[in-house]
């Protein structure tokens, strides 16, 4: 694929990405009367393919244990649930929904059903509608369930389940490009800093040219360290593999099946048409190169698919239609998103280390980091906690719900 060359020579915003952190960003400056500026995306691959965001489980959860998390996925909602709206009442603009199937926690021990326990009292006092539930009464409500192990189930059936996030970037991109974005499919090679070292003077792309920028945003998954590092800042942000497989059951279930959470790490979830969702990762966790999407076959066989047929009986017989490698921008710190400015470097704005929460989380990231920009401060969500600093002070955000 060949690269594409910027109009211009200076941006008052570069972004570097533009799968859904950065495509979120560019719509919401472009939706921000406030914000007059020039905004380019680099993106390196405008395919897709092998991006986080291609790769998504694509579904959104209010269960979280912090309650700032809580609210970034109530806007969520609110804003696939209104899309039209928000984006001006254009017409073109699908309307959308999100299939609350809800996501299912089940403890196998008292600790964690203390923490399942603890989580619900944050999520109701932000609105949420978690129900905490007895092995029976999960018994009685999803029959095909094996609780024999499990001590608490945890779960939330308002805006909490699919939505398409597909639809939602693709919109993002087309509109903010109508309202003047440009997007370039380029990769940006180098960055340089003005000679006092305090800002971000340039990037360089790999076609060569050298684009002056006022503010940069590095939002490019889990190649946020290496964007950052042109700069000479460490983030603590690397790929981490996570695997997917949609299957067939020769059984399909006889009603909706929740994004199932079980104590192994498995989840599985509802796909419609006989078909489902699942996904793991080995208990051996490492970084991998940012190119590595190969799969481990052995995986399903043995330790997958053994999960599930023991959690969900009728799971015994099942054929696997496709799988997947993919990545997490896993934020090793506490895997919870970095935003806003680097420390020393002002106008280097973070937007790196979802840990497998982006998709879900991106219309408050975007908006806020576009804020950010405009303005200098958070405005809709006081976003403060996930500032760059918290990482240098080592004052970690402890979210216990974390898959």
Known sequence: M??????KHSYDVIIIGGAIMGASTAW?????KDFDGSVLVVERDMTYENC??????????????TELNVRISQFAADFVKNIRSYMGGDERVPELGIRSFGYMYFADNNGFADVLRESQQVQLAAGAATQLMTPQEIKTAYPFYNVDDIVLGSINLVDEGYWDGAAVNDWWRR???ERGVEWVQNEVMAITR?????QVESVTLASGEVVACGQVVNASGPRAARTAQMAGIDVPVEPRKRYSWIFKAEQPLDQDLPLTIDPSGV???ENGGGTYQCGGHSDYDPAVDFDDYAMDHSMWENHVWP??????PQFEAIKVQSEWGGHYAMNTFDHNAIMGPHTELSNFIFLNGFSGHGLQQSPA???????WLTYGEYRALDMDPFNFERISANRPIIEKAVI
Request: aromatic fraction near 4%; hydrophobic fraction near 25%; include cysteine.
């Open 2 to 7: 060949s690269n594409q060359s910027p109009s």
């Open 267 to 269: 989840h599985v979830r």
């Open 52 to 65: 986080s965001t291609t790769h998504t489980n694509s579904c959104m959860r209010q269960q979280f244990s």
């Open 307 to 312: 999960i599930l047929a023991t959690r969900i």
């Open 365 to 371: 990231m975007g908006r806020g980091t576009a804020e």
């Open 194 to 198: 003005n000679a006092a070292g305090t």
């Open 28 to 32: 919401f400056l472009s939706d921000n």
């Open 175 to 177: 509109q903010s490009r």
